[in-house]
């Protein structure tokens, strides 16, 4: 069984993107390794950003086992993707 993954869709020019960023090293210290946490930048991935449907930044999209079980838009935190991702741990 793989580990569930986090993919935080991000730009560089993105000012929440940024406000995000603590918060996920905040999950990341939580979780440790048993969550995938990866930053993807939707100017630079434009396939996979389409792939997800993602209209805007940030948009965090929890995977479980290659499939996207809940999405969020805008800055989420911590607590509410923590709780998230041990639902699917």
């Not at 918060?23 to 990341?28: A, E, N, R, S, T």
């Amino acid at each position: 069984m793989s580990k569930p993954e986090l993919l935080d869709f991000s730009a560089t020019w993105c000012g929440p993107c940024k406000m995000q960023k603590p918060i996920l090293d905040k999950v990341k210290e939580e979780l440790g390794d048993k969550v995938d946490v990866k930053v993807i930048d939707v100017d630079q991935n434009q396939d996979m950003a389409r792939k997800y449907g993602v209209q805007a930044v940030p948009t965090l999209v929890i995977l479980k086992d290659g499939e996207p079980v809940k999405r969020f838009t805008g800055v989420t935190t911590a607590g509410v993707l923590i709780e998230e991702l041990n639902k699917v741990l």
